[in-house]
């Protein structure tokens, strides 16, 4: 099992389509002055940062007024991240940007793997004044569907320059290919700011459109409690079986012939097992809290699915779950 | 004439210039071709001294590998476990091992063999495809070593095997839930790690990446010493990021006398931006000098078709698997052959499949339209699937194509059953055709992908028979000896524009030869991979190939 290291850095990927708004989006992020962030661009010399942010430029590394680092890495990417992590200085987030034509998740993967990492988010940018054709395109839909497929959260950028017949048109399209992935209308001065790990836009959103404001309502909790333990092969099935509206799974988990229990972080369909931090210690056998969008199915639902891969008669527990809750501040 | 004149003679010499395709002497000076022809002919010229060592050899000009890439160097310094016979840079014969078994055994020896005890093992030139697509497990590594770090670099260079003591200092294990770490039977990894996330957190807890280390002297040395094994004279780097050390490591080599080989670096595209590129090779070209030609730039488009990432046009791969990636976005291509056409720089555009194709000449015709140049000579590289329609829009365009004829022995199998189909992996790399459009056009081996060995790429070419016995295309595609000849010399320089200087022997060209055992011309044309090299002459310095 993973030994996890105590402080991780969250990691957020953007992804999306050429001329989607990544590099604008980039801008948006590094201005906002909220974190030292250290932003990677998997793109040759595409980083074409607002001159006006740059205190120092080193070759293809620039160094922030606001303490924030960018680099434009091209084929040299994970030498580059590999410095990052080990040159000692931390960072609040690592937001790496995914070439235009790349599969953001395949990046996302390394926080799932680098224990010094974590996986805050993938978000994809779509222009919604071209999405709908680019998903139909014979040479590039395909790559433009795979930009979608682990998305977290979807940015329909450039909203201003459409009617609301064209943006709804595009916001179905969208979300047709990623029922419940929440997707947020944005134009280049809406842009919102990281989203923190359950993907409820953060208090620096920009929640100046209405739409936007809706969404933040769109989250629903599911809390599941059992003493006992689970069996892991079984327990990955029932990963697979649980509905997509769920965003994310966290908690402690017992598994069958493991002293104590893990850590189970679940992203989409992506989880890992780790031991449980320090001062963290579990209090029950498994105690998992959920997120998922205003579509998840009834709870009752969804424990029937994880009670399927339980080793031994188990018994609702009474434990307080709302206190627990704050533990593992979702 | 001058007494620096020395005139080599020889049983043959096999010129590759029409006006003058057989000769007995050939006087150099200074490094360079004097005159061709008979002893009669060339003693009444130069008066110089002859030089009689090769009066039973035969002479060619030196072979042009216009599509390998530094790595070959830098690999030989690695084990290497793939399934078939390979010469080292020492001209050694390494043995195939096309078993796991031979395999493990390969990889013991070199484990025995060295002296730090903690120090990783690496090895390359592993493809289960060739193997009866049997699965190199962790369990097997670990019968090499339980205590040293081991990691068996595919041939493809994209997957990567390694022992349980790696996948436990990386901390995969059965809950890792990515797509590049595969599970085994067990439910365990099996060792098995491919793409981005899985590589990064192997080679971090290696410490190592025997891929991107720095280019050293030796690797160059190595790759030299290949091509002189080989009787390469003329070798491409086909993409290279260019790094300042990377160019003074070229720089330094290509001064010393002794160095037996030209370079020609290709610019990879994808480290730069079109703008810092066209700055680049123009800056680069300044420091040129008779063995170091910069001056191109590689694109790449799409990925493998065995490893399914090509992109092809409709109806896809045989056996149904999703189309492949695109490496630039058919849309961005334009904008960037647009920037190094305008800029009077040659292109080398790697193409797979066929849909990646149709972008790249998409791309060259646009360009072409706007701002016509003549004489361009954009190279399409690999172009392994294209059809007759696609090789007359080269020939209008004013394209070059070099063909990977090696991938007829090494995959031809794998592209007849799984990737292509019969009717397609028939016309794979279609020098048949290329010949009847009448597309200037060179063979190659992307080593180390394939070998180094451009006798080995024309006996591809000329016998299109797979490593199973299959016989590909050959009524239709097939070159002959001479035409593959062709392949390997003048025409190889003319897609890199060094035709005015090497691929013949003729006055005024550099005196660069291969010197052979045997005329390929006069023996039977399955056995033109058999024949002794001797070694070559490059710039007038003789080095025989070492033999171990």
Redesign the interface.
Known sequence: ???SSSVKTPVTVIGG??GAGKTTYLNRLLRSDSGRYAVLVND???VNIDAALIAAHDGETMTLANGCVCCSI??????T??RI?DDGTTFDHIIIEAS??GDPW??A??A????SLRLNAVIVLADASRIVTLLDDS??G??VRGQFERADLVLLTKVDLLDRVAVDSARSTVSALRPGVAVVETTEHTLPGLPDGAFRPASRFAATDADLTDHEHDFRRWSYSRSGAFD??ALADAFKALPPQLLRLKGACRIADEAMPLLLQMVGQ?????AMPDGMAAEHDILLVGVGTDALPDTSALDAILDAALISPTSVTTADINRRQTAFTL | MSQDTVVFSARKIVTMNPSRPVATHVAVREGRIVAVGSFDEIAALTGGRVDGRFKDKVLLPGFVEGHSHIMEGMMWSLPYVGAFDRRSPEGKVVKGVPTIDAIVERLQEAEKAMTDPDAPLFAWGFDPLHIGSVLLTRQDLDRVSTTRPIMVVHASFHISNVNTLVLQRAELDRTTNISGVVMGTDGEPSGEVQGIAARFRVFRVLGTNPLSGNLTADDVNRYASSCCVQGVTTVTDLHNDLADLTVEVYRAASRRDDFSVRLVPAMASVSHSPEQGVAKIKALRASNNDKLHYGIVKLVVDGSIQGFTARLRWPGYHNGAPNGLWYIAPEELPSIVAAYHEAGIQLHIHTNGDEATEVALDAVEAAQTATPRPDHRHTLQHCQMADAAQFKRMKTLGMCVNLFANHVYYWGDSHYDLTMGPERANRLDATGTALRIGVPFAIHSDAPVTPLSPLFTAWCAVNRVTSSGRVLGKGTEALTVQQALNAITIDAAYTLKLDHVVGSIETGKYADFVVLDTDPLEVAPETIKDINIWGTVVGGHVREAPRA
């Open positions: 099992m993973m030994v389509f050429l040759f010399g595409a091209g084929s040299g990417f994970l030498d991240l590999g992590l235009g034509v395949r990046i993967e390394i799932l793997v680098e224990p040479r590039v395909d790559t892991l092969d992506d989880w890992a097992l780790t």
